[in-house]
């Protein structure tokens, strides 16, 4: 398989208008006379776009196209008005690269680019708006599109999803995309093909397009497969074609035939000059990249001491990467942070609907709670009480530790007192403990530690509560 990206860029205006790119407006009233082609119009470069596409060539290790051309690529479609798409054929800003992707099982997976180019998007053709009828809405046409090509390099649809992932985090790590996937920010092309187990040549390829979800894209991958398998084991030929990926009926269906590349009788577009980049210029934008995944998640494995699993899920967004590194700053205690970034708050987070930016409880709020199991003043039990303190907005740890009266009872004396109170209460037990073997007696602790939880609401330390009952039923 290889994969076909397009990313919108996040500029504010279009890239050869003033046209805003807003999602979500009026149909049709974000589409100037540049953005239809009307006759007399020239596109204008936007230079945000092109400062994106070098930030994202940089950020996957690739050669940058220090002269690149525009092209028109003509087709007709509705959605299209001026019958063809400015894009970048022959000479793109962004050429070959290698691409690092972590796998869950925390190696990096190489994936090769083949390269990157700007192009802009077309309008939407819309289907549901009317009964019979399809509406044109233009609002999109002229939106900066980065669209971004591998070599032929996977293998696994969990290599394909790991690698929109990471280009994903890559984007919005740069801020040069909103990666906003369920408003098209970002759509792939899974191009895919079978062969015979040991052979060199590729067969026939069909091309997925416009998936734009990763779970989709899984999904895409094992239909597509399975039908490929059943025809080329039938004794069947692929043939070459577009297909869509119908996540209702969880199949892929033909679309159109594939249209070979010259059928666009590509040639340089005569209203826009190469864009001729200088080696200052790239520079200047190398020194101003932020810290990027890849390094982030190296600095928390060797700085931390975090596994590559945890590292791997913190730095996957910005968002979650800065909290943690808030949090731990204070708390001192970086492997109970990353637990309770990912475990609680991650989970809280998810039941509420609720995205990071908008967590109830702050990294400072997370820190007080953690710096209080770390000092054993909470068990990991009543820990959980005062999370959900934090979550309702009942104040700090320690005032919620003070309201709700949850301090562990870590007390020596307090604690030996309990255990004599219980063990006065069960002679029987006792007398049994004396006489069993030692899973017996394993089994009789547990009751003993239950007993002595009940009588101290909770609040007794486990750790210490276990030594002391095992010292106190030994020693009869
Ligand atoms: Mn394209």
Not at 59 to 66: E, L
Not at 119 to 137: M, N, P, R, W
């Amino acid at each position: 398989m290889g994969l076909e990206v397009h990313l919108q860029l996040a500029t504010e205006s279009k890239i050869f208008s003033g046209a805003a790119t807003r999602f979500g407006a009026e149909p049709n009233v974000q589409a100037c006379a540049v953005d239809l082609g009307m006759p007399g119009m020239l596109p204008v470069l936007n230079a945000r776009a092109v400062q994106y596409a070098v930030m994202f060539g940089l950020g996957v290790g690739a050669r940058i196209g220090k002269r690149s051309v525009f092209d028109r690529k003509n087709y007709f479609y509705p959605d299209l008005p001026k019958g063809y798409q400015v894009s970048q054929f022959f000479e793109p800003i962004v050429c070959e690269g290698k691409f690092e992707v972590p796998m869950p099982d925390g190696s990096l997976f190489p994936v090769r680019i083949t390269r990157a180019h700007l192009e802009e998007d077309a309008g939407k053709s819309v289907h549901d708006a009317y009964a019979g009828q399809t509406g044109i809405d233009l609002n999109r046409a002229g939106t900066p599109l980065l669209e971004i090509v591998t070599e032929p390099d996977f293998r696994t649809a969990e290599q394909a999803v790991a690698y929109l992932k990471s280009l994903h985090s890559l984007a919005t790590y740069l801020g040069i995309s909103d990666g906003n996937m369920a408003e098209g920010s970002m759509r792939c092309d899974v191009n895919i093909s079978l062969r015979p187990t040991g052979t060199e040549v590729y067969g026939t390829r069909t091309e997925i397009k416009n998936v734009n979800s990763f779970r989709f894209v899984e999904k895409a991958i094992a239909v597509e497969t399975e039908r490929q398998m059943d025809i080329l084991e039938s004794g069947g030929h692929i043939v070459q074609e577009t297909r869509l990926y119908d996540a209702d009926r969880n199949e892929t269906r033909s679309m159109r035939s594939k249209e070979v590349a010259n059928d666009y009788r590509y040639f340089p577009e005569p209203d826009l000059l190469p864009i001729v980049l200088d080696d200052a210029y790239i520079d200047n934008i190398r020194a101003g990249l932020p810290e990027l995944p890849g390094a982030k998640r190296a600095r928390f494995i060797e700085t931390y001491g975090l596994s590559d699993y945890d590292a791997s899920l913190l730095v996957d967004s910005r968002t979650t990467a800065d909290f943690f590194e808030a949090a731990t700053d204070i708390s001192k205690a970086p492997k109970l942070t990353a637990n309770w970034i990912l475990g609680d708050l991650a989970g809280a987070l998810n039941r509420e609907s609720l995205d990071l930016t908008e967590s109830p409880v702050s990294p400072e709020a997370l820190a007080g709670l953690i710096v209080r199991i770390a000092d054993d003043t909470l068990s990991s039990k009543l820990a959980k009480q005062v999370f959900e303190g934090l979550w309702l907005g009942e104040g700090t740890a320690d005032e919620i530790i003070e309201a709700r009266g949850l301090k562990q009872v870590t007390d020596t004396g307090a604690l030996e007192s309990l255990v004599a109170q219980v063990i006065e209460g069960h002679p029987d037990q006792v007398t049994q403990y004396q006489a069993a073997d030692e899973a017996k007696q394993k089994k009789l602790l547990g009751f003993f530690v239950g007993q002595v939880m009940k009588a101290s609401k909770g609040q007794a330390n486990p750790q210490r509560l276990n030594g002391l009952l095992r010292a106190m039923l030994d020693s009869g």
